[in-house]
């Protein structure tokens, strides 16, 4: 099984920053693509940024010019670093891994880290 394990979540106030990272701890074999989704309380899951082995993304439109998505191929990890954070980005976020269709479709997920932005 891919296990993957995020860190870096905790609590910030409104304008600040985080970087969180995660690490898969089996081969990228079959692993095309990782990044990060989020989940907030009473709403669906949803993509943060993605990207693929050979670096094409996807990034919510939220994140977009407050965000950077990298990953290193070797190493097997994936970080996002986010700024400019305001509660509405307080989520559970997960570090997903999977194929890379067009967009990343996710197989395998972390056990997520909470993220909370304070007003």
């Known amino acids: 099984q891919v296990q993957l394990v995020e860190s870096g979540g905790g609590l910030v106030q409104a304008g600040g920053s985080l970087r969180l990272s995660c690490v898969v701890s089996s081969g990228t074999a079959s692993i095309n693509a990782m990044g990060w989704y989020r989940q907030a309380p009473g709403k669906q899951r949803e993509l943060v940024a993605t990207?693929?082995?050979?670096?094409?993304?996807k990034v919510a439109d939220s994140m977009k010019g407050r965000s950077n998505i990298s990953r290193d191929n070797v190493k097997n990890t994936v970080v996002l670093q986010m700024n400019s954070l305001n509660p509405e980005d307080t989520a559970v976020y997960y570090c997903?891994?999977?194929?890379?269709?067009?967009?990343?479709?996710?197989?395998?997920w972390g056990q997520g880290t909470q993220v909370t932005v304070s007003s």
């Open positions: 997903a891994a999977g194929l890379w269709l067009g967009v990343m479709i996710p197989q395998f």
């Open positions: 990207m693929s082995r050979d670096g094409r993304t």
